[in-house]
Each structure stands twice: as structure tokens, then as C-alpha cells.
């Protein structure tokens, strides 16, 4: 099947999937997650769709104890692509022209995944918790524009797609977005952060502090006056470095805003829940 026609058939499916979780797993789910002394909760649900016959994988995540009854929930299913198993999760979007909600699909390759294990979980658990912990600690991704992927020689320019680069918690995702249906998302390879290129990681780091001080605000919304401050004190620092106000060499000076910047990142991930 090609991915329009997964889109399609996915589209149709999609009311019936999100009214299963709503009537038929919630309440179970949230009641179940009240009783739990362990935080962050993760619970997994199925469903096949009578029709396609598509399996479906309810993965619901309640960070804490006092959010039991607002669970997160991240819908995915499987298809079986030419490099093998591809994971393809679904949510509706907002389109700001319009107001209107449409169902946008990414697609995570069989590449993808290999390289995410390879290079970031590194460890032997079983592949449903890999797939798991990646959509939990991912779920505040930015998407990024083309010129991130125009770096990394493993993204070649292709007349049906354009280049797209997803920042999440753990890295960079580089892959493509389809020019006749913009609602398709395919993600080829996964780099984490240390090993992005320099002109990458200039690009991305602004954007990725903002990321995770927002996601930081969501999980600690108590702490969020402390996070704002800490985020605009590093920008302060970082327009400080780069504008010569101390005195350094251009190698120093390069040194010392990476310096500041990864301080701040690990500064603002502990107040992230994952």
C-alpha cells in the first residue's frame, strides 16, 4: 500500500478507534490509574477495527497521582513497509486557517526505529517498551523546517516530498512530508543531540531550550515563574556570549555558549516527567 492510501484508509477508521477508547477504555484505564502508587503510569489497550482489520495500540500515560482522571493518549498502529515493521501514530490537528481539525499520520520507518535503539535505549528491553518509552518521552516535538535535514546526507530531495526534521526530547528526526497530501509524515532516521552536526545543533538549540521549557511548565505548572526565568536568563547569557560582551577568542567564545547551553538543558530536563 502506498501511504495515501494507508492515510485513507486509516481516516476512516479513526472516529471508530478514538469512540472505542472514550466508551470502552477511559473509565477502566483512569480508575485503575488511581489506585496506582507508581507514577508515571503507562498503560497499554487494543483494538481491531471490524472493517480493515487494522490493530490499534492505546498507549495512555498519567503523570501524576492528582492527574489520574486526564490521562495522555498516543494511538498508533502497524504496517508492514518494504524495510519491515513501520509504526504510523495518528492525531487530529488544528488548521489555523480554517479552525477545522484534520488527522495528520507519522510514519516512523523500520530505519527509524533501528537507529533510535542503536543509538539512544541501548538496552534489552522488549521492542512494545521501546516503541513506548520513545511516543511517552516525545510527545512535545517541534517540527522544524528543511534546511535542519539539508545537512544530514541520509535525507536525499525527492519531487514527491519535502524535507522535514522533527526536534523531540531526545534528538532529531529527519524524514519528509508529503507534497500531495501535507497531513503525511514519514520519518526515516533518528540523531540524537550529541551527535548532530555543528550547523544542526546552532539551528536547534534556541528552539529545542524553548521546547522543553514549555514541556517543563506543562508537568510542573507550579514551577513555571522559576522555568520562564532560568530560560530567559540563558538567552540573556547566550546574546551576552555571542556579542562580545566578555572578553574571549572566537574559539572561547563558542566553547562557552555550548557550555552554558547544555547547563541549561540539563537544568530544565529535570523538571520534565517521562
Same mark, same amino acid.
Given at each position: ?7 485513507? =484508509?486509516?481516516?476512516?477508521? &479513526?472516529? /471508530?478507534?478514538?469512540?472505542?477508547? !472514550? ?21 497499554? /489497550? ?25 490521562? =495522555?493518549?498516543?494511538? &498508533?498502529? +502497524? ?8 509504526? $504510523? ?15 495528520? $499520520? ?5 530505519? &527509524?526505529?533501528? @537507529?533510535?535503539? +542503536? ?7 522488549? +521492542? ?8 511517552? @518521552? ?9 534546511? $535542519?535535514?539539508?545537512y544530514n546526507e541520509q535525507i536525499k530531495? /525527492? ?10 526530547? !531526545? ?13 503525511? &509524515? ?7 543531540? /550529541? ?32 522555568? =520562564? ?30 557550555? +552554558?547551553?547544555?547547563?541549561?538543558? !540539563? ?8
Amino acid at each position: 500500500m502506498s501511504y495515501e492510501e494507508i492515510y485513507r =484508509e486509516i481516516l476512516k477508521d &479513526f472516529r /471508530d478507534v478514538k469512540e472505542y477508547y !472514550d466508551v470502552a477504555i477511559k473509565a477502566k484505564v483512569c480508575k485503575s490509574a488511581q489506585k496506582s502508587r507508581v507514577y508515571p503510569w503507562r498503560h497499554f /489497550d487494543f483494538y481491531t477495527h471490524p472493517t480493515s482489520h487494522n490493530k490499534y495500540t492505546y498507549l495512555t500515560i498519567i503523570k501524576k497521582h492528582a492527574w489520574w482522571n486526564n490521562p =495522555e493518549v498516543t494511538v &498508533f498502529c +502497524e504496517y508492514e513497509g518494504k524495510g519491515g515493521k513501520e509504526i $504510523i501514530t495518528m492525531a487530529p490537528k488544528k488548521d489555523i486557517m480554517t479552525s477545522r481539525y484534520k488527522l495528520v $499520520i507519522s510514519v516512523f520507518q523500520a530505519h &527509524f526505529f533501528k @537507529r533510535y535503539y +542503536e543509538r539512544f535505549i541501548k538496552d534489552e528491553q522488549t +521492542e512494545q517498551y521501546k516503541i513506548a518509552l520513545f511516543l511517552s @518521552r516525545n510527545a512535545g516535538a517541534l517540527q522544524l523546517g528543511s534546511k $535542519i535535514v539539508s545537512y544530514n546526507e541520509q535525507i536525499k530531495e /525527492d519531487s514527491e516530498y519535502y524535507n522535514s526534521a522533527l526536534l523531540n526530547l !531526545d534528538g532529531l528526526c529527519l524524514g519528509k512530508i508529503s507534497k500531495e497530501n501535507p497531513n503525511i &509524515f514519514i520519518y526515516k532516521t533518528f540523531i540524537p543531540l /550529541d551527535r548532530l552536526y555543528q550547523k544542526q545543533l546552532e539551528r536547534v538549540m534556541h528552539e529545542y531550550l524553548g521546547m522543553i521549557a514549555i514541556r517543563g511548565s506543562e508537568d510542573h505548572p507550579h514551577c513555571k515563574n522559576t522555568i =520562564e526565568y532560568i530560560y530567559n536568563n540563558s538567552i540573556k547569557n547566550f546574546r551576552d556570549i555571542l556579542l562580545g560582551k566578555y572578553q574571549m577568542t572566537d574559539k572561547e567564545r563558542i566553547q562557552t555558549y555550548i557550555e +552554558e547551553y547544555n547547563k541549561t538543558c !540539563d537544568i530544565l530536563r529535570k523538571y520534565i516527567i517521562v
